[in-house]
């Protein structure tokens, strides 16, 4: 009987669980069940440089994507508004935010939808010391999404 048991359990770990892991490696925005790209509610698109005030990496409460901690640049445009900027889930960034530090100068192009709070953006493209992160396609898929293994960043 105890083997019958186990042998189920077994069973039961290896059908049920990879049908359940069968999620999107991508954050959703706000809450939302769908991501941004899917509901297509971009409302504006903007290019900036800005100097870093702040690299945050936290649990992003907003988010029901598979990666709840996110990283966020807090900065400083030339205008000198305050911006958030979110990246996307850490544990698919840390090549590229180990290298930001607080004061660095940064240019983005980046999104915003008709959710999100004022001056906070969803960043396309970063680019500091001289490269371009590419963090989302032309059709503002993360470049994470998807993959295995290592995901190419660079232009």
């Not at 690299?55 to 305050?82: A, F, M, N, W």
């Not at 709070?117 to 010391?129: A, R, T």
């Not at 590419?134 to 994470?144: N, T, Y």
């Amino acid at each position: 009987m105890k083997r019958l048991l186990v042998l189920c359990f077994i069973l039961l770990w290896w059908v049920v669980v990879p049908l359940s892991n069968n999620v999107a490696h991508a954050q959703r925005g706000m809450g939302d069940t769908e991501g941004v790209v899917r509901s297509q509610a971009v409302t504006k698109q903007v290019t900036g440089s800005a100097v870093i005030e702040e690299v945050v990496v936290e649990e992003c409460k907003q988010t029901t994507g598979r990666y709840p901690i996110g990283v966020h640049l807090l900065v400083k445009d030339t205008d000198d508004q305050s911006l958030n900027l979110h990246l996307g889930p850490e544990p698919v960034l840390t090549d590229i935010t180990t290298r930001l530090q607080k004061g660095m100068e940064i240019s983005f192009e980046a999104f915003q939808t008709e959710k999100l709070p004022k001056n906070f953006y969803i960043v396309e493209v970063l680019s500091f010391g001289g490269k371009d992160y590419v963090l989302r396609d032309e059709s503002l898929r993360p470049r994470w999404a998807g993959q295995k293994g290592r995901v190419r960043w660079l232009r």
